[in-house]
């Protein structure tokens, strides 16, 4: 029991050090800035796809939208395969007003979309996102991404690509 208590008060300590709220926030942030980053994890790669509506003609909604900054993903671009770990690197534009990186979502689609922006908000600047290796789970992968500019004009754009197993 004793060693318990030490290290959650040295963990409560460094987190203080860190300015970081709870441990579990201390854990996202130590996670975060190594190399072992799963920006999509394998319990949620495992999760039901976005199911496809079989109406010709329909646009998912807010699939893809140019109204705000340019979104430009670099790698991994749309329908490329790739080994772990990835790297990302997305350029963001601005047209007429400057590009609001606090108004960025970043969501893996699925039946229920799941919302990462946290685990990559380490990793954004106003001119983009790049994380140098990420750790993702093989398979396909669709990643929307969401961001705004200072008027408040919005784009998303959504990227399809596949992690190769890491054996192979």
């Known amino acids: 029991m004793g060693r318990v208590m030490v290290i959650i008060i040295s963990l409560a300590v460094l987190g203080s050090i860190l300015n970081v709220g709870t441990i579990g926030e201390l854990a996202i942030a ?10 999509i994890t394998p319990k949620e790669a495992a999760m039901a796809p976005a199911k496809e509506s079989g109406l ?7 699939a893809e939208s140019e109204m705000g900054p340019k979104i430009e ?3 991994p671009t749309q329908g490329a395969s790739a080994k772990p770990p990835v ?5 963001f534009v601005a047209k007429s007003s400057p590009v609001d990186p606090a108004s960025l979502t970043v969501s ?8 990462i922006t ?6 954004v600047t106003a001119s983009g996102i790049h994380v140098p290796a990420a750790q993702l789970p093989s398979g396909k992968h669709t990643v929307r991404i969401s961001i705004a500019d200072q008027d408040g004009l919005r784009s998303v754009k959504d990227v399809t690509f596949e992690v190769l197993d890491s054996k192979s």
């Open 56 to 62: 010709e003609g329909e646009i998912p909604v807010a």
């Open 30 to 39: 130590m996670v975060g800035k190594g190399q072992d980053l799963w920006l």
């Open 87 to 91: 790297e990302i690197d997305i350029k």
């Open 73 to 75: 993903v670099i790698k």
């Open 108 to 115: 893996v689609v699925k039946l229920i979309n799941i919302d």
């Open 118 to 123: 946290d685990r990559v908000r380490t990793y």
